[in-house]
């Protein structure tokens, strides 16, 4: 029989609907009978949309700048190579 | 930030990038520099990362013309990406350091019976949207506090896996490991993620 230990080992495939039939069927079993694991995989559910949430506003402004110099100096380097029009 | 934009919309960026047009390679960098830098971190240490990720970005002024479409333009970018750091990585001499024994973050575990239930249950009040929990600044302080705490290879696993969408081959692809080790990874990060949670709703503290 599933433990709950056992189920927070593997509640992430089950989140992620990465498990077989027969193990998710033991799951819904195991969550049909415990609160404490239904609000577990609630949590780790919450997590997931919060660290989603905010992940989405990260961006480091300075690795930005200098990737947009060197690509913007490269670009300029060939059009200027490129260029075909009269001395 | 999006990191996922439509066909449509990647098509117009691929033909800008094609023709060498800078807003267009400034607004790639924008939007893929974050993956591209989870990719790098994977295999990397920082100014390693940053430096592979800033070279990446020059190949492709020129690499992007033979660029087929056949991958999205993500998913291109992040290979060539996985490529150089796995190339440095090797002329380094080292190796990346992950550890996929145990599913079950130490903390987590240690709130189980030995008889396998919970002794220590979930605390976390699930009622409250992430958009509405993500307002508390404090709580997005800690958040990043967290990720940056965890160890390298969880986070780039849970910033490809979550933040840019790729499917679980993608990413097990991008990141050189077998699909039962990103279980683990990202297991291993979520649960940090919802002890930090738990324990930040809990106490108000980091």
Same mark, same amino acid.
């Given at each position: 029989?599933?433990?709950?230990?056992?189920?927070?080992?593997?509640?992430?495939?089950?989140?992620? /609907?990465?498990?077989?039939? /027969?193990?998710?069927?033991?799951?819904?079993?195991?969550?049909?009978?415990?609160?404490?694991?239904?609000?577990?995989? /609630?949590?780790?559910?919450?997590?997931?949309?919060?660290?989603?949430?905010?992940?989405?506003?990260?961006?480091?402004?300075?690795?930005?700048?200098?990737?947009?110099?060197?690509?913007?100096?490269?670009?300029?380097?060939?059009?200027? /190579?490129?260029?075909?029009?009269?001395? | 930030?999006?990191?996922?934009?439509?066909?449509?919309?990647?098509?117009?960026?691929?033909?800008?990038?094609?023709?060498?047009?800078?807003?267009?390679?400034?607004?790639?960098?924008?939007?893929?520099?974050?993956?591209?830098?989870?990719?790098?971190?994977?295999?990397? @240490? %920082?100014?390693?990362?940053?430096?592979?990720?800033?070279?990446?970005?020059?190949?492709?002024?020129?690499?992007?013309?033979?660029?087929?479409?056949?991958?999205?333009?993500?998913?291109?970018?992040?290979?060539?990406?996985?490529?150089?750091?796995?190339?440095?990585?090797?002329?380094?001499?080292?190796?990346?350091?992950? @550890?996929?024994?145990?599913?079950?973050?130490?903390?987590?575990?240690?709130?189980?019976?030995?008889?396998?239930?919970?002794?220590?249950?979930?605390?976390?009040?699930?009622?409250?949207?992430?958009?509405?929990?993500?307002?508390?600044?404090? =709580?997005?302080?800690?958040?990043?506090? %967290? =990720?940056?705490?965890?160890?390298?290879?969880?986070?780039?696993? =849970?910033?490809?896996?979550?933040?840019?969408? %790729?499917?679980?081959?993608?990413?097990?692809?991008? =990141?050189?490991?077998?699909?039962?080790?990103?279980?683990?990874?990202? %297991?291993?990060?979520?649960?940090?993620?919802?002890?930090?949670?738990?324990?930040?709703?809990?106490?108000?503290?980091?």
């Amino acid at each position: 029989m599933l433990m709950c230990r056992d189920l927070a080992r593997i509640a992430s495939d089950y989140i992620d /609907g990465e498990l077989g039939t /027969g193990k998710v069927m033991s799951v819904k079993m195991h969550l049909l009978m415990c609160g404490r694991c239904r609000s577990f995989i /609630g949590s780790l559910r919450a997590s997931i949309e919060l660290m989603n949430a905010h992940s989405s506003q990260q961006l480091d402004e300075d690795l930005v700048r200098r990737i947009d110099e060197r690509v913007s100096e490269s670009l300029n380097a060939r059009h200027s /190579g490129n260029d075909t029009s009269d001395p | 930030m999006e990191t996922t934009t439509h066909q449509s919309d990647d098509d117009i960026l691929i033909t800008g990038l094609k023709s060498g047009n800078q807003g267009a390679f400034r607004e790639a960098v924008r939007l893929y520099t974050p993956g591209m830098m989870a990719v790098a971190r994977f295999y990397l @240490d %920082h100014a390693s990362a940053e430096e592979i990720v800033q070279d990446c970005w020059v190949t492709v002024i020129d690499a992007v013309q033979t660029f087929e479409g056949r991958s999205g333009l993500k998913t291109w970018l992040h290979r060539i990406v996985a490529n150089r750091a796995k190339n440095h990585l090797r002329k380094t001499k080292r190796e990346v350091n992950a @550890d996929f024994s145990e599913a079950l973050d130490p903390d987590l575990a240690a709130r189980f019976a030995p008889n396998g239930r919970w002794a220590t249950p979930p605390s976390l009040k699930t009622n409250e949207s992430a958009q509405a929990l993500m307002e508390n600044g404090a =709580l997005s302080d800690c958040l990043d506090r %967290h =990720l940056s705490a965890l160890p390298e290879t969880q986070r780039s696993a =849970l910033m490809l896996y979550e933040a840019h969408q %790729h499917k679980s081959d993608d990413v097990c692809n991008i =990141l050189d490991v077998s699909a039962s080790n990103l279980r683990v990874l990202l %297991h291993r990060a979520r649960q940090k993620i919802f002890l930090m949670v738990e324990t930040f709703q809990e106490t108000g503290e980091c």
